[in-house]
């Protein structure tokens, strides 16, 4: 594991799972609106949607770390027009601050439901130029081979909408969860869940649940590809290309398949068989918890092996 590069792992993963999960909910509530009332939308996803941003916070408090002085961010945002750098985290802040925005017009429904979707809008695609920044800082650096490839952006998109869709799934499971559990503790009727789950609401869920299966599936295959493609561009290319190409072998490199394989594919799989209106909400709740976790520990380890691979051509 690459220690050193901690704090940039963290805010990368971070940053880019947050993104991810504000798209995916934005989908949800897009698809969702032509079968089920804006109550029950707001009912299942917004417990999601209030995860964010303390989530994306974490993420730029850890890349803080990367600094000798953090104060140092400060000269950094003098260069927008010609630095990637800068636009990250310009883009970052700016996301985080919109996101929040949203969240408060969203739970105070404030404003009329046109100006919260614009507003959802403009998040969704600062969040996008966040991610596109991020990946150009290091795609642009041409005396890195590992980097400056297609793959590089490829592999930061990828992250951002599997684990972003996967954390979604696990968000709304693990708040029907705390509902459940919440209501147990009280005078109610012995179906606790049902009492909980209202029909739209479990079917909204369903269908939900069911959406980021098939999807994580599809991200899978589309990592898979990417991971194929930049190992067989490495191998033929010059030294640099072939020691960076030496960092994605080994235990940690298999590993990172595996697991990615089993959350994003096997669990999904599973959580996409197994969500029905009549599916118990625990066994949902541990599926697509396991399938996020397993994922998340497979892109750390990814995206360390990611920064192992710098070799310079060159001084």
């Known amino acids: 594991m690459n220690v050193h590069e901690l704090p940039m ?50 993420g730029l408090v850890a890349s803080t770390f990367h600094m000798n002085d953090p104060m140092n961010t400060l000269n950094v945002l003098r260069h927008f027009d010609s630095s990637w750098l ?42 996008l130029a966040l991610v596109t920044s991020m990946s150009m800082i290091y795609y642009s650096l041409v005396t890195v081979p590992a980097w400056n490839t297609i793959a590089t952006p490829a592999q930061f998109f990828t992250t951002t909408f599997l684990l972003g869709a996967l954390a979604v799934g696990a968000a709304l499971m693990g708040a029907v969860m705390w509902r459940i559990r919440i209501a147990s503790r009280g005078d109610v009727p012995a179906d606790v869940e049902h009492d909980v789950v209202d029909p739209d609401s479990r079917k909204l869920l369903t269908s939900t649940l069911k959406g980021i299966g098939i ?33 994605f072998s080994g235990a940690w490199f298999v590993a990172r398949l595996v697991l990615v394989f089993l959350g994003a594919g096997l669990l999904s799989v599973f959580v996409f068989r197994y969500a029905s209106s009549k599916a118990a909400a625990r066994p949902l709740a541990i599926l697509a918890t396991s399938a996020f976790a397993l994922v998340l520990v497979g892109e750390v380890i990814g995206r360390s092996q990611f920064y192992d691979s710098m070799f310079r051509i060159g001084m």
């Open 9 to 58: 792992i963290a805010f990368t993963i971070l940053a880019q799972m947050s993104v991810g999960a504000f798209v995916v909910l934005g989908i949800v509530q897009i698809v969702a609106s032509r079968r089920f009332g804006a109550q029950a939308i707001d009912k299942v996803t917004d417990p999601a949607l209030y995860a964010i941003g303390p989530v994306m916070v974490l």
């Open 86 to 127: 800068t636009r990250e985290i310009i883009f970052g802040a700016a996301f985080a601050g919109l996101g929040f925005v949203f969240a408060a017009m969203q739970w105070k429904k404030w404003g009329t439901i046109r100006q919260r979707q614009a507003m959802a809008l403009l998040t969704a695609v600062v969040g």
């Open 215 to 247: 999807a994580a599936v599809v991200l899978l295959g589309v990592e898979f590809l990417i991971v194929t493609l930049h190992l067989s561009d490495l191998a033929g290319g010059g030294a640099e290309a072939g020691q960076s190409a030496a960092v």
